[in-house]
């Protein structure tokens, strides 16, 4: 899959991005100055604590942004080098799921109540590829693929694990044959050993297929063994970013030490727990 | 049952073999916690760790009063639950206080900061304001005048669990059984509520039994660690001995699927 040539533009970039919030009683800043790249068959995160931005900035990967109230106001989005910053739902509709897919944090609310599994994952497939010669195979190939047993195509979400509905999800996103996949806290909802599985599934999909990720996580521990290298935010911009051992190692941000030293959740010499002070703290 | 034994040598909290089952649809039946039985000392913090469905939550349900078990028995402060009347249950059972998961859920949204915690300090009637400045002080909302005429919507989610860790504390808990207490909050938030609730245990003397998925929060917090799965404790222990060198194949599959910070 290392196919590219060194000029071939990135999958995802953007450029100084500014997103505002709009309502009646004014406007909010959500992203400001917002610069990040991600190339073929790399995996990186975006951390933050809530209401960092950073969910915004995978909504507006896709241009999922919540019309008319959340809107790009400076800044680019380009998407394999071309600009998408001012496409219409019709045109997004056209990139969504090719090249960039997405899976969120709650299956659930994503995954159709009354339509069996195994549909659904159809419906993924042959949007992309109309042309298909035999779309159950496909779906069966991508039930094995994300690991999940074959019969679980007569299934509704409802009956499945949350475990299991990621992996669903993860076969919808698949049957695009995504080059990028942006996971929004994916595994946040899930038990530590569900976690791990799905983790895990997921390395062995990026390695399998050479997809990218960009993993949207306030989870320092998964970050640290998932993701290459790591923008960290902080109420709307990038304070630091890098290769994700020197970051966590070596980082050159207040914030970031903060953040690495409360993540670890142990205690000081004090018996204290660390914190975050001074102007980076969040006010319990 | 001998009544009230001297406090230092009986434990604070004695769940006996306890087991619960639940009834699923007509025919099915759930066995939620099977002949569990754990001990909670006066100024100790134990931890119940597990994962969803193994029955923690269940666990500490009954131990709060608010389920009743199948089989075995609670006893608190020396007295077992069975046995109270009424009057009695409700009088001991301010001794040990809840704390949950989602404040949001727990707080009446109807109510300001000042008749929530009036509301909690029902034991002591005639209880003035100075009071609910107070119990918001000792939970650090300070300036504690600036929070009670607010409403929990209008406070952060971190200023909420405060709030409700004050309702609490109102009744001069002896145990206090947090579910989760964290799992909502950011890291940062985390590190703050934790030195909180080691204040109040220092200021006040007061135990923790502290429901949890979070291993990494368990060993930090607690002196002793209990882990649940499916319904039943496989370990329990010195929180470091449990999580460094565990002894069940369980705990060890849990503390080595924990993403670990380098």
Request: aromatic share 4%; charged share 20%.
């Amino acid at each position: 899959m290392a196919a590219t040539h060194d000029a071939a533009p990135p999958l995802l970039q953007t450029e100084q991005l500014r997103i505002d919030y709009h309502q009646r009683g004014g406007s909010v800043t959500a992203v400001q100055d917002l610069s990040i790249v991600v190339r073929e068959g790399e995996s990186v995160a975006l951390v933050g604590e809530s209401g960092s931005g950073k969910s915004t900035v995978a909504r507006a990967m896709l241009g999922l942004l919540p019309p008319r109230i959340g809107r790009i106001e400076a800044g680019r989005i380009l998407i394999e080098g071309k600009d998408v910053t001012a496409f219409s739902q019709p045109q997004w509709e056209q990139l969504r799921g090719h090249p960039i897919a997405m899976v969120f944090q709650d299956p659930l609310s994503f995954l159709n109540p009354v339509m069996r599994v195994g549909r659904q994952i159809a419906e993924s497939v042959q949007r992309h590829d109309p042309d298909v010669p035999d779309a159950a195979a496909r779906v069966a190939q991508l039930l094995e693929l994300v690991r999940l047993p074959a019969s679980s195509i007569r299934s509704y979400p409802h009956e499945l694990s949350g475990g299991m509905r990621q992996r669903v999800l993860l076969a919808i996103a698949l049957g695009c044959r995504p080059k990028l996949l942006i996971a929004d806290e994916p595994t946040t909802a899930l038990d530590v050993t569900t976690q791990a599985e799905i983790l895990d599934l997921l390395r062995d999909l990026r390695q399998r297929l050479g997809m990218a990720m960009l993993l949207i996580s306030h989870d320092l521990g998964v970050v640290w063994e998932e993701c290459e290298r790591v923008y960290v935010m902080f109420r709307s911009r990038i304070v630091e970013s890098g290769g994700t051992r020197e970051v966590f190692s070596n980082p050159s941000h207040a914030y970031t030490s903060g953040l690495i030293k409360a993540a670890k959740a142990a205690r000081n010499s004090e018996g204290r727990f660390e914190t975050i002070e001074g102007e980076f703290s969040t006010t319990a | 049952m001998t009544p009230a034994p001297s406090p230092t040598t009986q434990p604070l909290l004695v769940l006996d073999r306890i087991s619960k089952t639940f009834r699923i649809g007509r025919k099915s039946v759930l066995t939620a916690v099977r002949a569990v039985s754990l001990t909670v000392h006066a100024g100790e913090i134990v931890a119940l760790v597990g994962e969803s469905g193994s029955g923690k939550s269940t666990l500490g349900r009954i131990a709060l009063g608010l389920l009743a078990p199948d089989e075995g028995s609670v006893a608190f402060d020396g007295r077992q639950l069975a046995s109270l009347s009424p009057d009695e249950f409700r009088e001991l059972r301010t001794g040990m206080q809840p704390i949950f998961q989602d404040p949001t859920a727990s707080l009446n949204p109807r109510r300001t900061v000042r008749e929530l915690l009036k509301q909690a300090l029902w034991k002591t009637p005639g209880s003035n304001e100075s009071r609910c400045i107070g119990l918001l002080e000792d939970v650090g909302l300070r300036p504690a005048a600036q929070y009670l005429d607010r409403y929990s919507h209008e406070l952060s989610g971190g200023q909420r669990q405060r709030v409700s860790i004050a309702r609490s504390l109102a009744m001069q808990p002896k145990l206090i059984i947090a579910d989760e207490p964290l799992s909502g909050a950011d890291v940062s938030i985390r590190g703050q509520v934790l030195n909180l609730l080691l204040d109040i245990q220092r200021s006040r003397n007061v135990s923790y039994l502290m429901i949890t998925h979070d291993i990494s929060i368990a060993r930090a917090f607690a002196d002793r660690v209990a882990v649940m799965m499916q319904g039943e404790l496989v370990e329990i222990g010195r929180s470091e001995q449990v999580l460094r060198t565990p002894n069940h194949p369980y705990t060890k599959r849990l503390v080595a699927a924990v993403p670990a910070l380098g």
